[in-house]
């Protein structure tokens, strides 16, 4: 059985910081693509970004430039790391494996002044 656990959101201003994780279990990891998505409230989850088992990654457009997605195989865990934030960014982030699974809780990530 897949678990997700995702961790690390908060609140912050424009133009700043944060670092998801998520810790994932029941599957193996080192072969497996993971994915970000976010929902901003009232609207559908959207994908933000892949990395393969291989490394290679993906980004919608809005967040290239600015997020980072990066994996640990020996600690089981993928982290999205969000620079220069903008507040439409707000959203719950969720991660989840490919093809899709059972969602976690997300972590609440929102930016305002």
């Known amino acids: 059985q897949v678990q997700l656990v995702e961790s690390g959101g908060g609140s912050v201003q424009p133009g700043g910081s944060l670092r998801l994780s998520c810790k994932a279990s029941g599957i193996n990891f080192s072969l497996t693509t993971m994915t970000w998505y976010r929902q901003i409230a009232g609207k559908p989850r959207d994908l933000v970004a892949t990395?393969?088992?291989?490394?290679?990654?993906y980004y919608e457009d809005s967040v290239k430039g600015r997020f980072t997605i990066s994996r640990d195989n020996a600690k089981n865990t993928v982290y999205l790391e969000m620079d220069n934030l903008e507040p439409q960014d707000t959203a719950v982030y969720y991660c989840?494996?490919?093809?899709?699974?059972?969602w976690g809780q997300g972590t609440q990530v929102t930016v305002s002044a």
């Open positions: 989840n494996v490919v093809p899709l699974t059972t």
């Open positions: 990395i393969a088992r291989g490394g290679g990654t």
